[in-house]
């Protein structure tokens, strides 16, 4: 069966600083994979998406992420982040198959402070 | 923008009642979910339609019923609710395609409170 794994529960980081998030998946197969955030009181939002091709994909809000298949990870990245970035970020992986939707990790949430 | 609706935001109930949220999509997306998100931001999937069909319907209650209309709107009925019901029920669309995986556009969630 399918897994993502968040090993991060929260992350604090001061304004300005780079955000690393860490995302690791179990699949026998190439996955496709996706980073949600989801901030209060809303629904999840897709920052990205990999399906294949270029393993750093590039996303809203300056995020990007790299795919990589021998450390089956797909960690998220931003340069410069803001206190608006305090948010719970969901990475997921899809098998593609037919209406299935998507198995998500637990979730990191994100505190920008000042 | 939102596309995808959901009515109502909140819900606090009693135990043993019966509830019903609803979710429309103007995305012109066929095939639509129900997740369920626990208080600890745990993500599950409990059913999804594609037009009109149910195709996926996890281990959930039997109190829990889907209801799909039309393509475009996909209902949940949870019959004699318990306090363990008590999360946010995010709806959410996409556009199958047979050469890869869909990307889902959440509603804003139901948020659920059992007393």
């Known amino acids: 069966a399918q897994s993502v794994t968040q090993p991060d529960a929260r992350v604090t980081v001061s304004e300005g600083a780079s955000l690393q998030l860490r995302c690791k998946y179990s699949y026998s197969a190439t996955p496709y994979l996706f980073w949600y955030v989801q901030y209060p009181r809303q629904g999840l939002q897709l920052l990205l998406k990999?399906?294949?091709?270029?393993?750093v994909v590039q996303g809203v809000n300056s995020f990007e992420a790299e795919f990589s298949k021998s450390n089956s990870s797909f960690h998220l990245q931003k340069a410069s982040v803001h206190w608006s970035d305090s948010a719970v970020y969901f990475c997921?992986?899809?098998?593609?198959?037919?209406?299935?939707?998507?198995?998500f990790g637990l979730g990191t949430r994100v505190s920008v402070f000042p | 923008e939102t596309a995808v609706f959901q009515t109502p935001n909140y819900h606090v109930t009693q135990v043993g009642n019966e509830v019903s949220f609803n979710c429309k999509q103007t995305l012109g997306h066929d095939t639509m979910y129900w997740y369920k998100q626990d208080s600890k931001k745990l993500l599950k999937i409990m059913f999804s339609?594609?037009?009109?069909?149910?195709?996926v319907n996890e281990t959930v209650p039997r109190r829990f019923s889907p209801q799909s209309s039309d393509k475009a709107h996909l209902n949940l009925r949870i019959k004699s609710v318990e306090p363990e019901d008590s999360a946010v029920y995010l709806c959410?669309?996409?556009?199958?395609?047979?050469?890869?995986?869909?990307?889902?556009?959440f509603g804003s969630g139901t948020r659920l409170t059992v007393l």
């Open positions: 959410a669309s996409s556009f199958y395609r047979d050469w890869g995986a869909e990307t889902l556009y």
């Open positions: 990999y399906y294949s091709g270029d393993p």
């Open positions: 997921a992986l899809s098998m593609g198959d037919y209406a299935q939707g998507l198995t």
């Open positions: 339609y594609n037009n009109k069909q149910l195709i």
